[in-house]
């Protein structure tokens, strides 16, 4: 066994991801700048969400990278353009 533990198989697959993250992204266990940005643009693709209302977004789907100059205009997106 390679020392992850989960409590669903489906989850092992993503093992290698949480290792990239662990090796690439964090700077030595540091929290820098690169993390900051990463976190900040997932809460900021994830957090339109809506089960009742589908024009408010369907959640964490790619959004604020793939609709970059639409996502970026609105005000409580400010300063993600720096980042995408």
């Known amino acids: 066994a390679d020392g992850h533990v989960t409590a669903h198989a489906a989850c092992c ?6 290792e990239d993250i662990q090796t690439n992204l964090f700077d030595g266990g540091e929290c ?3 993390v900051h940005e ?8 994830a957090i ?12 964490a789907d790619g959004s604020m990278i793939i609709f970059a100059d639409t996502e970026t205009n609105f005000h409580a997106n400010g300063g993600i353009d720096d980042i995408v």
Do not use: M, Q, W, Y
């Not at 339109?48 to 959640?59: L, R, Y």
């Open 13 to 18: 697959v993503l093992f290698p991801i949480l």
């Open 38 to 45: 990463s976190l900040r643009l997932t809460f900021h693709d």
């Open 48 to 59: 339109g969400f809506s089960k009742n209302n589908p024009a408010v977004g369907g959640g």
């Open 32 to 34: 820098g700048e690169e």
